[in-house]
């Protein structure tokens, strides 16, 4: 009898949660998110040289300079708003053609698509930037 019991109140309880369940919209968790497209040159600041092997950063996401400087970065990361830094840092020393300070650089990337109105803030992209590295 307190099996039979059980199993009734089990199934009750399972119906009354599961129409509750459906009769409103889901809650969503999450964080938002927007897409950085990021390109530009590193330089030396004295003589405007190109400086490969430098790492620039956003959002968690790193790239390397290549031989003429260049960086290109895509990134999904939490919205940056009106703050976003490039980390800009000399991680292989003197092997690129001398030492550089690390810096961090403020950018103002536009937006350029709508994200889907949840938690997507849309694609924000700035180009040619030329960030200027002092030696140490």
Same mark, same amino acid.
């Given at each position: 009898?307190?099996?039979?019991? $059980?199993?009734?109140?089990?199934?009750?309880?399972?119906?009354?949660?599961?129409?509750?369940?459906?009769?409103?919209?889901?809650?969503? %968790?999450?964080?938002?998110?927007?897409? %950085?497209?990021?390109?530009? &040159?590193?330089?030396?600041?004295?003589?405007?040289?190109?400086? #490969?092997?430098?790492?620039? *950063?956003? *959002? *968690?996401?790193? !790239?390397?300079?290549?031989?003429?400087?260049?960086? $290109?970065?895509?990134? &999904?990361?939490?919205?940056?708003?009106? #703050?976003? #830094?490039?980390? !800009?840092?000399?991680?292989? *020393?003197?092997?690129?053609?001398?030492?550089? &300070?690390?810096?961090?650089?403020?950018?103002?990337?536009?937006?350029?698509?709508?994200?889907?109105?949840?938690?997507?803030?849309?694609?924000?992209? &700035?180009?040619?930037?030329?960030?200027?590295?002092?030696?140490?």
């Amino acid at each position: 009898m307190t099996r039979l019991f $059980s199993k009734i109140i089990c199934v009750v309880v399972g119906a009354v949660l599961g129409a509750a369940a459906c009769g409103e919209d889901a809650v969503e %968790y999450g964080m938002p998110q927007a897409r %950085y497209k990021i390109d530009g &040159q590193v330089v030396a600041a004295v003589g405007s040289q190109p400086v #490969q092997g430098i790492q620039i *950063g956003l *959002g *968690g996401e790193t !790239v390397i300079t290549d031989a003429s400087g260049n960086f $290109s970065l895509d990134v &999904q990361t939490f919205p940056c708003n009106d #703050q976003c #830094q490039l980390e !800009v840092k000399d991680i292989d *020393g003197a092997d690129n053609g001398g030492e550089f &300070q690390d810096k961090n650089v403020a950018i103002n990337p536009t937006k350029t698509a709508e994200g889907d109105g949840d938690w997507d803030e849309g694609t924000f992209e &700035q180009s040619d930037i030329e960030v200027q590295l002092d030696e140490v």
